[in-house]
Antibody, heavy 117, light 114 residues
Framework: EVQLVESGGGIVQPGGSLRLSCAAS????????MHWVRQAPGKGLVWVSR????????VYADSVKGRFTVSRDNAKTTLYLQMNTLRAEDTAVYYC??????????WGKGATVTVSS | QSALTQPASVSGSPGQSITISCTGP?????????????VSWYQQHPGKAPKLLIF???QRPSGVSNRFSGSKSGNTASLTISGLQAEDEADYYC??????????FGGGTKVTVL
């Protein structure tokens, strides 16, 4: 079964850091680009970042550029999102998603990040 | 990275058809100069992860009901749900790949089955 499982969410103070993980299984992880998408409480989906299949290239939404870093370990079939200098507006459920061409065909259940003092 | 515009809500009675629009700058929904179409649609039930419904404007993944269909005209993409059922009550999001490097979602549409 193709599966993505996020972990690492929690409560962090403004200005703090957190690293999310996304464990992939059931498919050849190293063949796929991967995305992070977030959803603030009661709000819509917002694309955050994409990394290519070998980890050599990544792009980010303007709102997180310079603060978030996406990476992957293909040997561990795991995707990461390092989030630094967190702000209240980063509070959201963070989903990892598999990229198939230009769309997202498999999604994890999400990890909740709360930025609050 | 401007969001695509969707109606906040759409409603219909069981068995009816409804259409959700997704409008953006022609450079977003209109697609590349090469003419490729990269609009996708996602369904999200409360507390659940999004699910892919439509990709490449009109294509349906295996396992998705043929009651869901996609189309595009100019800079507006549309998702039509035919034979509306109670289980279709959810939020729906369009998504495009306008710049060749970043993705953008619509604001989402809440579908209510009356």
């Amino acid at each position: 079964e193709v599966q993505l499982v996020e972990s690492g969410g929690g409560i962090v103070q403004p200005g703090g850091s957190l690293r999310l993980s996304c464990a992939a299984s059931g498919f050849t992880f190293s063949d796929y680009w991967m995305h992070w998408v977030r959803q603030a409480p009661g709000k819509g989906l917002v694309w955050v970042s994409r990394i290519n299949s070998d980890g050599s290239g990544a792009v980010y939404a303007d709102s997180v550029k310079g603060r978030f870093t996406v990476s992957r370990d293909n040997a561990k079939t795991t995707l990461y999102l390092q989030m630094n200098t967190l702000r209240a507006e980063d509070t959201a459920v963070y989903y990892c998603a598999r990229a198939s061409h230009y769309y997202m065909d498999v999604w994890g259940k999400g990890a909740t990040v709360t930025v609050s003092s | 990275q401007s969001a695509l515009t969707q109606p906040a809500s759409v409603s219909g009675s069981p068995g009816q058809s409804i259409t959700i629009s997704c409008t953006g700058p022609s450079s977003d929904v209109g697609g590349y100069d090469y003419g490729y179409d990269y609009v996708s649609w996602y369904q999200q039930h409360p507390g659940k992860a999004p699910k892919l419904l439509i990709f490449d404007v009109t294509q349906r993944p295996s396992g998705v009901s043929n009651r869901f269909s996609g189309s595009k005209s100019g800079n507006t993409a549309s998702l039509t749900i035919s034979g509306l059922q109670a289980e279709d009550e959810a939020d729906y999001y369009c998504c495009s790949y306008p710049s060749g490097t970043t993705w953008v979602f619509g604001g989402g549409t809440k579908v209510t089955v009356l």
